[in-house]
């Protein structure tokens, strides 16, 4: 017989344990700043110039572009340009829209896409918004050795504190390893990871024996949407998913404050039409009670101030991980008992 056909339960395996339960039905009640219900975060993954290319010496040409043709083993100028439209025109636009709204942004910024445009990152120094750390270059973290994804790290916070004057508070990377909540946590200085996609509510977790908060992000109100597979066919159709999306967590209605997450490339959302659908979805949530608009930053000080971890989480034990003797990561919520890996949750 097939074993695997039977099996119940995890595997012990290197990573983050999966957490299939979150909150449930037990999800803390408060309100967000101004008595908001919703908070709606919009985020601009700045990654262009960082990806890989045959300038860079990837010998590869990257992919999530525009171009329909794929181009194996030589330069592809029509990838490289769709990538420089982001660099060049598209973010520029993305900002003239938040400008127009007066509303804040969360910049997901790869450290070597900002080196290569310091006007960028002089934009986001004057606006204020908010960097978090995307990686050294975009580069899957998934591929790297763990010794190797703990200098892009280290290289990344060293060189946001040079172009744009701060480190970064947040992590979001591209394809996070099994390695990397630990390394964010190893490396210090980080208030958050949005390395996940499993809740509508930020939450803590336990990796080893330190508390570390997640404020999940989403694919789902996301202009990649435009040129993936039954993704958005057209400008419309990114501002109705934003806009039900929106109005069913105002519908929600069972006292639990949620927040909302909304994804933009510069050379994908940046494009007129597509920009257009981003200000119309901007002035349909500045319209509506009980919505603040703010960056992740303040999503997770807010959250923080509301439900800190003492609050939330009981450490009983901690809990080896998996091989090579590395701290596993627990993620832990509100509920009732003691779970697997030795870490009680207060009801």
Known sequence: MDASLFVSTDQRVPGPVRDLVGYGGQAPHFTWPGKARVAVQIVINYEEGSEKSFPMGDGVNDTLHESPAVLEGQRDLAVESTYEYGSRAGVWRLFRVLDTAQVPATIFATAVALERNVEVAQKIVERDDEIAGHGYRWIKHSEMSRDDEREVIRRAVESFSRTVGRRPLGWYCREMSVNTRELVVEEGGFLYDSDS???????????????????????????????????????????????????????????????????????????????????????????????????????????????????????????EEGRQGNRRTKSVVRGGGVDQEGVRRRK
């Open 197 to 319: 996609y499993n809740d509508d509510l930020p939450y803590w977790t336990l990796v080893g024996n330190r508390p570390h908060l997640v404020v999940p992000y989403s694919l789902v109100v996301n202009d990649v949407r435009y040129v993936r597979p039954m993704g958005f066919g057209s400008p419309q159709h990114f501002f109705e998913t934003a806009r039900s999306t929106l109005d069913g967590l105002l519908r929600d209605r069972d006292g639990v404050a949620r927040m909302m997450s909304v994804g933009l490339h510069p050379r994908l959302g940046g494009q007129p039409g597509r920009a257009d659908a981003l200000a119309r979805f901007i002035d349909y949530a500045q319209a509506q009670e009980d919505v603040w608009i703010a960056r992740r930053i303040d999503v997770a000080r807010a959250f923080i101030e509301r439900y800190p971890p003492e609050q939330a989480l009981t450490l009983v034990g901690a809990s």
